[in-house]
């Protein structure tokens, strides 16, 4: 009597064990519905355990049966539970896939109860307490390859899962579970099945204990990502299919896994699935796809719309996981065309009305380069072109300053000193064709070109 109530002790803690992990499953930062199937599928193994803890205890035979009845009915609904959470692990829930697990757990209720009502099982009493002795009968072998069925089933998604799972920590801890499960799931089936088929044997029905082992794997992955069982795909429909911008998710591959709506409507051509480096160029050339591996805001791009090829700023921003793993990436797409065109046409008037100007005008690069100049200055040269002029140009300068500073750095010191303040005036020593010294008066002006982007005007005044 003493053994009876210690086997039943074991199966009643190993039921608390599974109820207890599956509410913290369930419990960790998000409650979602693949967590409440977690919930759902250990609930169902720990009322197996209970109530084949009060048949092991049970006063009489009666109260066995009705017991192991209880427990064997309800194990099967562990098995429909499971395959849901394995399902949406590694793809989408459709209402197909969901008609099919209702039809083949209808079907298993019906073999289970014909298994409750027929002679397959014989509850005996021994000296640890009553167990159940399974008898080869063809409901039983039906039972036993609808078993197989289940197992292969869930073989095939774990593997699935293997296959999905991104992050090298989750997929190294994903193996060592299906490892697990590869081992004590056939054993649980032997213990508590197969026997009677294979050796007319049979023990009290503890199988289920080693589960244990296997649910503690899957309750320290879920702990250690919170977030794995929210799919990108999901949760980025949430949050960005309205937004009137191009949205795209990628993965740690840089593969888009997601584009919103708007994408859909403003991108050219299917881009889901396909490498981000492949959608976009940077400066007319494709880009490494190590360029994507860091955050970065502003950077300009070239994309294939369906109205024609489209300028953007795109910025970046890649989602990690607590040990520095990427989770996803946010690529989000600002369509800069016509502000560059109209940027682009301000330049053209600018350059134009600059062209007319007449006084002498040069134009200086933010790294203190000769660009450009206007017509009035090319006249004080005489040079016909831009080009002449930027090649003539130097000259016409003394290799000295009045001051008695060197030319080269004296231009450079004042467009600096002009970049920093924005406006400045200059004292000047021009040298001409004929070798002759003249003073001018140089006014700087900084000009904003694009963002971040400056050049000065030399306006110039012969005196």
Same mark, same amino acid.
């Given at each position: 009597m003493s053994l009876s109530y210690g086997i039943s002790i074991i199966l009643i803690l190993t039921?608390?064990?599974?109820?207890?992990?599956?509410? #913290?499953?369930? %419990?960790?930062?998000?409650?979602? *519905?693949?967590?409440?199937?977690? #919930? =759902?599928?250990? %609930?169902?193994?720990?009322?197996?355990?209970?109530?084949? +803890?009060? !048949?092991?205890? @049970?006063?009489?035979? &009666? *109260?066995?049966?009705? *017991?192991?009845?209880?427990?064997? $009915?309800?194990?099967?609904?562990?098995?429909?539970?499971?395959?849901?959470?394995?399902? *949406?692990?590694?793809?989408?829930i459709t209402l197909k896939k969901l008609i099919l697990i209702i039809i083949h757990y209808i079907i298993t209720a019906w073999i289970v109860i014909i298994c409750i009502n027929s002679n397959v099982v014989q509850i005996v009493e021994s000296f640890y307490g009553y167990k159940n002795h399974y008898n080869i009968s063809p409901i039983f072998i039906i039972c036993l390859i609808n078993v197989a069925l289940y197992i292969i089933m869930m073989t095939v998604l774990l593997v699935n899962w293997l296959?999905?799972?991104?992050?090298?920590?989750?997929?190294? !801890? +994903?193996?060592?579970?299906?490892? !697990?499960?590869?081992?004590?799931?056939?054993?649980?089936?032997?213990?508590?099945?197969?026997?009677?088929?294979? $050796?007319?044997? %049979? /023990?009290?029905p503890i199988g289920s204990i080693l589960l244990v082992i296997v649910v503690i794997q899957l309750y320290r992955i879920m702990k250690t990502y919170r977030a794995f069982d929210i799919t990108i795909e999901n949760v980025s429909q949430d949050m960005y299919a309205s937004l009137t911008i191009p949205v795209l998710?990628?993965?740690?591959?840089?593969?888009?896994?997601?584009? /919103?709506? =708007?994408?859909?409507?403003?991108?050219?051509?299917?881009?889901?699935?396909?490498?981000?480096?492949?959608?976009?160029?940077?400066?007319?050339?494709?880009? &490494?796809?190590?360029?994507?591996? &860091? @955050?970065? &805001?502003?950077?300009?791009?070239?994309?294939?719309?369906?109205?024609?090829?489209?300028?953007?700023? !795109?910025?970046?921003?890649?989602?990690?996981?607590?040990?520095?793993?990427?989770?996803?990436?946010?690529?989000?797409?600002?369509?800069?065309?016509e502000l560059i065109d109209a940027r682009k046409g301000m330049e053209d008037r600018l350059k134009l009305l600059i062209d007319n100007i007449p006084i002498p005008i040069t134009i200086w690069s933010q790294d203190i380069k000769l660009i450009g100049c206007n017509q009035e200055a090319m006249k004080q040269i005489e040079v016909d072109n831009k080009d002449d002029f930027l090649s003539a140009y130097s000259k016409c300068m003394p290799e000295y300053q009045k001051n008695g500073i060197k030319t080269s750095e004296y231009i450079t010191q004042e467009i600096k000193k002009t970049l920093e303040i924005g406006y400045n005036y200059v004292n000047w020593t021009h040298l001409t064709r004929d070798g002759d010294l003249i003073d001018m008066d140089l006014t700087l002006v900084r000009v904003e070109i694009s963002d971040n982007k400056y050049e000065v005007l030399c306006y110039v005044k012969w005196l």
């Open positions: 039921a608390t064990c599974y109820f207890s992990l599956g509410l #913290l499953i369930n %419990s960790i930062v998000k409650r979602t *519905y693949m967590r409440r199937l977690c #919930l =759902f599928a250990f %609930s169902a193994l720990a009322l197996r355990n209970l109530f084949y +803890a009060l !048949m092991v205890i @049970s006063c009489c035979y &009666e *109260y066995a049966r009705f *017991y192991w009845s209880l427990g064997f $009915f309800i194990v099967f609904a562990f098995f429909p539970c499971w395959l849901l959470f394995l399902i *949406y692990l590694t793809s989408k296959h999905t799972v991104e992050l090298k920590r989750v997929k190294k !801890m +994903a193996l060592l579970m299906i490892l !697990m499960t590869s081992v004590f799931l056939p054993a649980m089936i032997l213990i508590d099945f197969s026997q009677a088929f294979f $050796f007319n044997l %049979s /023990n009290p998710i990628l993965n740690n591959e840089n593969k888009i896994i997601f584009v /919103n709506n =708007f994408s859909n409507n403003y991108l050219l051509g299917i881009i889901k699935e396909r490498n981000i480096a492949d959608v976009i160029s940077f400066d007319k050339k494709k880009p &490494e796809k190590s360029f994507f591996n &860091e @955050s970065f &805001e502003n950077v300009s791009a070239t994309i294939y719309t369906r109205d024609g090829i489209k300028n953007c700023n !795109m910025h970046l921003t890649v989602v990690k996981d607590d040990f520095g793993d990427d989770l996803h990436k946010i690529v989000i797409i600002s369509d800069t065309t």
